[in-house]
């Protein structure tokens, strides 16, 4: 599982930093929903990737964590891990050129403490 979980990392690595088609210096925001507001509105396949998307890729660091790692199997731990490892993320993000924006940070913590609950009730079940 510490393989399937170190190749899901470099998979994140590359998405988040090399990515090509990603290499554009929108902005900052920092006004938490914002983004997220107006991708609601606008609808269509771009609010999908992105709304849906920052979500999905992180529920499997969510579940994969807490199994490998015992200091994040209490919701406590695995709430700071799922608010500080996005948070990272888009400020090495900046560094790097790209856009940062808070929403990423809440969809991204959100996917994580999904897959954190896909742990929880398999443990539990």
Request: zero cysteines.
């Amino acid at each position: 599982m510490l393989v399937l979980f170190v190749m899901y990392i470099a998979e994140i690595l590359t998405l988040t930093f090399y990515n090509p088609r990603l290499r554009n210096r929108a902005g900052v925001n920092i006004i938490p929903f914002r983004t997220i507001m107006i991708y609601m509105r606008a609808g269509g396949e771009a609010a999908l990737i992105n709304l849906v998307g920052n979500v999905v890729v992180f529920i499997p660091f969510g579940s994969l964590a807490p199994a490998l790692f015992a200091k994040t199997r209490k919701f406590p731990e695995i709430l700071a891990v799922a608010v500080a490892m996005p948070l990272m993320i888009e400020i090495l993000q900046f560094s790097f050129g790209r856009s940062t924006d808070i929403d990423d940070v809440i969809l991204n913590a959100a996917g994580i403490l999904t897959g954190y609950a896909v742990y929880s009730a398999y443990k539990k079940w």
